[in-house]
């Protein structure tokens, strides 16, 4: 008993697609049991489209795969640049960055803390001299993870220059288009960031020179915090744009190899085992019509054969008729 079977993809196509076609790309090229041309081409042309949606589709799961396995394996370093604000109201002005919005360092990068102070070039700043910048990375439960200290001071510059500079930058002084300040940038921390504890916050202290109280004054801080990935993850972040493409390509290639190999009969029919099933949609059409063509055939010769004995007995009898000794029908 034959059981039925569920059409595959390959067929449900170029049965619709022979559903769609105009009827005279379906009618036969001759007298009665000829082979539709028209109709075998548009059967290629479909076969064809979907060989190519196959690969197509293959083709954009290899790259979704393959740019998520590149993108699950990179890092993106941290970079945050904010002002912060000291409190001068404390003996120690403190001032504390909070990490948000997702900015959290990831476990294994290396986190480096930079200040930048904007300072006035005055006589005060000059007087005061080294002062003590302490940094401090705090976890989420208020521990310290990580500390360190840098002395820090104006650039020296003697009167003379200060007198040149003076007198040659007059003009810009003036209209406002520079200013007798300096931008003082030094490392504040370093620490390799671990799973546990997690930073949550950088605190910055100033501390005055050891046996005075005097701070130093500035218009402006700037904290730069950036991290560095793991050399491995760094390098796939940095060429993450050709792993993914490289990715992408030998994922298509395993899936095309998965396809040919283990679902060959259903997602190519045409092929071999898959063969079978096409087969029947036009072969039996086909044969049965030379079947047909061949019965005309043989009942027209038939009848052809017939009328010639026919005509050859008439004439035979004509001839006894008359009387002819000879016969030419012995």
Request: some cysteine; proline content about 7%; charged content about 20%.
């Amino acid at each position: 008993m034959d059981t039925y079977k569920l059409p595959t993809p390959f067929l449900f196509c170029t049965k619709l697609l022979s559903y769609c076609t105009p009827p005279f790309f379906r009618r036969t090229g001759g007298g009665g049991g000829g082979t539709p041309l028209l109709g075998r081409v548009a059967m290629g042309v479909a076969a064809a489209a979907y060989v190519l949606m196959v690969l197509i589709a293959a083709m954009v799961a290899a790259a979704v795969v393959g740019v998520g396995l590149v993108n699950s394996w990179a890092e993106q370093p941290i970079y945050v640049k904010e002002s912060v604000q000291f409190d001068y109201s404390d003996a120690h002005p403190t001032a504390l960055l909070t990490f948000g919005n997702g900015q959290a360092v990831p476990p294994g990068h290396t986190v480096f803390v930079t200040l930048s102070l904007l300072m006035p070039d005055s006589d005060y700043n000059r007087d005061v001299g080294i002062f003590q910048l302490s940094a401090e990375l705090i976890s989420a439960q208020g521990g310290v993870i990580a500390r360190s200290s840098y002395p820090s001071m104006l650039r020296f510059r003697s009167w003379p220059i200060r007198y040149a500079r003076t007198f040659l930058m007059g003009v810009p002084l003036v209209f406002g288009m520079t200013s007798e300040t300096q931008r003082v940038t030094f490392p504040a921390l370093r620490h390799r960031e671990a799973a546990y504890p997690r930073t949550e916050d950088i605190r910055l202290t100033l501390f005055p020179r050891a046996g005075t109280t005097a701070l130093p004054q500035f218009y402006d801080a700037e904290v730069v915090v950036r991290s560095r990935p793991p050399w491995l993850k760094e390098v796939v972040y940095r060429w993450r744009l050709t792993l993914s493409v490289w990715t992408s390509l030998y994922v298509f290639v395993m899936l095309v190899m998965f396809l040919v190999l283990f679902l060959k009969p259903v997602i190519f029919p045409a092929t071999r085992g898959g063969g079978k099933h096409y087969e029947e949609v036009e072969p039996r059409e086909e044969e049965r019509q030379v079947s047909e063509s061949l019965e005309r055939w043989q009942t027209r010769r038939s009848k052809r054969k017939a009328a010639l004995l026919q005509a050859s007995s008439i004439t035979c009898s004509l001839q006894e008729g008359s009387g002819d000794s000879e016969s030419v029908c012995s």
